[in-house]
């Protein structure tokens, strides 16, 4: 019988450059931190080699026009060692939708999200037998939760919320979506063929 006590996750959703990202990066140097494609191979990468999978991803967005060959995707599971006890950070891409001529568009903006699951699940065993429950990160995993934590008020520190209108009928309309970015990506983004082919503006400065 399994019990759930926390459920969901921490999430950060954002925008920025492959240099941020390696910088942010950083934080995992003090932790035995491999990177692991979540394919059914699990696949190990070292961080150069992730953050050349990001070059690439981050390119096609910044890029003045679409490139037809690559399709863009980015997902690792950060596995760290902490204490003799293994957490996981996962890492993937996502895309928000906006609306164009009345509907959505047939494009999606990009944003990477961190996360890292509330819950771990702890095995227990009594005359009855094998049980377990899932029980809160923050007290059987407190490095893990710092960790995650130190690298989101990172990212709020050097981003702010994104915010672009859409022109319909020759006017512009606010987009809020929960999504955070730099300013250097910001200005590379709204160079880009997205933000071109749809006439988006960029309202964060």
């Known amino acids: 019988m399994s019990r759930v006590n926390n459920s969901g996750f921490y999430k950060i959703k954002f925008w920025i ?10 934080l995992f140097k003090d932790q035995e931190a491999s990177f692991v494609s979540t394919n059914y191979a699990q696949t190990a990468y070292d961080k150069h080699q992730v ?3 990001y070059q690439r991803f981050y390119d096609y967005y910044a890029a003045a026009e679409k490139t037809a ?18 957490a996981g950070i996962f890492v993937r891409n996502e895309g928000f939708g906006f609306p164009y001529h009345e509907q959505w568009a ?14 771990i699940r702890i095995q227990t065993e009594d005359a009855e037998g094998a049980d377990y429950t899932y029980e809160d990160i923050r007290e059987h995993r407190p490095q893990a939760y710092q960790l995650y934590e130190e690298l ?11 915010r672009f209108s859409v022109t319909e009928s020759g006017t512009l309309y606010l987009q ?30």
Request: net charge negative; glycine share 2%.
């Open 17 to 26: 450059t492959p240099e941020e990202l390696g910088e942010f990066f950083e």
């Open 51 to 53: 953050l050349q999978a």
């Open 69 to 86: 060959d690559y399709f863009p995707h980015f997902v690792y599971s950060i596995v760290l060692t902490l204490d003799q006890d293994v």
């Open 106 to 119: 047939v494009d999606e903006l990009p944003c990477i999200m961190i996360s890292l699951p509330k819950n």
């Open 152 to 162: 989101s008020n990172e990212i709020k520190t050097r981003t702010k919320l994104l």
């Open 176 to 205: 809020k979506p929960s999504v955070r970015i730099s300013k250097k990506a910001a200005e590379h983004i709204r160079n880009g063929w997205i933000f071109d082919k749809y006439k988006l503006v960029m309202e964060t400065k």
